[in-house]
């Protein structure tokens, strides 16, 4: 009953941790980037990208753990596989969704530290031509558009998650 109870903490914070962490990255960060000036823009971004990172995957890491932990508390692992993990009925059929959304995340995260983060920061070389720098912000501007898509997205699909995870302890939502 304790470990249940731990468990359940674990999993909550790491949902809180993920889903606030995005939060902030999209209503506190990217709104404070247009006070910052345009020459440290770029290096606040990228040490924010890094925290970031590292704190999403560490709490999609533990939502996993404890996740995986409550499943075989429930019986999972030992033969008694309870019927309500079955898709056919609410708890599996959330539970099955839940599993969606947090490879969902976990290939967000992969994208924002692999793709769109370091186009970001690709720089010109002072040689260019004036047309090879509009070329270049171009690119910027267009990984801008792909990270601020992708932090929003981030964000739906956590919320959705989130709500989802809450409700498995009354029977899951669908």
Known sequence: MIVDGLLALFHTV?????????????????????????????????????????????????????????????????????ESLSPSGRYGRTLLMLGIGWLTLVGIVVMLAVVAHPALHVRTSGAATPEERAASRAAVARAIRRMDFLLRLDLAVGFISALLAASLPSGGLF
């Open 14 to 82: 790491g949902w809180a941790v993920y889903v606030g962490g995005a939060l902030s990255m999209e209503l506190l960060w990217r709104p404070a980037q247009e006070a910052i000036p345009p020459s440290l823009v770029n290096v606040v971004c990228q040490r924010m990208g890094r925290r970031y990172r590292w704190i999403a995957l560490c709490a999609l890491a533990v939502i996993a753990a404890s996740g995986f932990g409550q499943l075989v508390d429930a019986g999972l692992l030992n033969g008694s596989f309870p």
